[in-house]
């Protein structure tokens, strides 16, 4: 059985729990290595972990390093040192494999030196051809799984009773209906107020919340239907498919993404989205219905401004199909394997 060293900086991402999904799913037994510390976007503020945190986190890797592993798989960049650090110790001497989320090489002041860790890896894994475009290396390309269980169409007077938002729906038949029994009907809209979910910490400076909020400003001013913007942050990751599901539309207006995650866990819920080009936004969005990606602010506006105003479904489950955890599972299982084969024919 291939046993791995998983080094990450934040083990509760949701991206990073599908990963350890899929390895159990695949029979990969992995133990998992955080930083200490945590770094946490909060409503107004970021949290960050500081430069004592990852003096500490050093020897704690070449510690752990010395147990029965076949490889070290470093999660996002800033872990990569530390796993070529461990695999260069002769008393060690582990393969290494780094997955890059897709920050490392935007506004980082560590970019040089994840860039010369990262050239050091054996195998490089990242998420979506935007983020293989940027590295300048070969990457395996292997997108982060959906759970389809989990993130499902929930009714939206449901969902949002579940997550403290008042509904004034007017037609509580239309609203008992899950989404994916809607999709081409046009539902009633007056007098309801639309929710338009941003579902990221305001704080956070790349998922930019100032142009979302000049575009709901706007919209305000040019509708007759109130609208509400709403954030989410830190919230469990099982409640998540209800605040999707309590919007009307998610608005995605970040500067720059190797995904997000959002756009896919949004769709699968059959929530419409509206997203900047930025990441996979075009490659999962350009065969949904009643989503849009914009490429400027004017386009954002008008994009969410027709799907406030049909209240149609996005309908985009089946896009999903070939994200699964399973078969993630089987393409790192595939990844380590080949890694190996290559470590043990190079020595």
Known sequence: MTRILSLTTTAWRSFYQSQMAALEHADIEFTTLPVPGEHRALEDDVQRRTPADYVRYLPQVLREARGEYDVVHANYGLTAPFAVAASMLPTIDLPVVCTLWGGEYRNNQFEPLIRRATAHADRVIVPSKAMADR??????????????????????????????????????????????????????????????????????????YPLAKRVVDDLRDELDYPISLRTVANQPYEEM????????????????????????????????????????????????????????DAALRTHLAALLETGESADGRAAFTDY????????LRTVYAQCLRETEAAQ
Request: charged share 25%; glycine share 2%.
């Open 135 to 208: 590295v300048d290396r070969p990457c395996d390309v292997i997108p982060f799984p959906v759970d389809t269980d989990l993130f499902r169409p929930i009714p939206t007077a449901t969902a949002r009773e579940h997550v403290g938002w008042d509904s004034t729906e007017t037609n509580a038949e239309t609203e008992a209906k899950p989404k994916a029994e809607t999709n081409t009907q046009t539902q009633p809209q007056t007098e309801r107020e639309r929710i338009v979910l941003f579902p990221y910490a305001p704080s956070r400076d790349e998922k930019n």
């Open 241 to 296: 498919p209800y605040y999707l599901n309590a919007a009307d539309a998610v608005l995605l207006t970040s500067r720059f993404e190797s995904g997000p995650m959002t756009i896919k866990e949004a769709t699968a819920c059959n929530t419409p989205v509206v997203s900047r080009d930025v990441g996979f936004a075009r490659e999962v969005l350009t065969d949904v219905p009643n989503a849009a990606v914009a490429s400027d």
């Open 324 to 331: 699964t955890v399973e078969t993630m599972g089987s393409r």
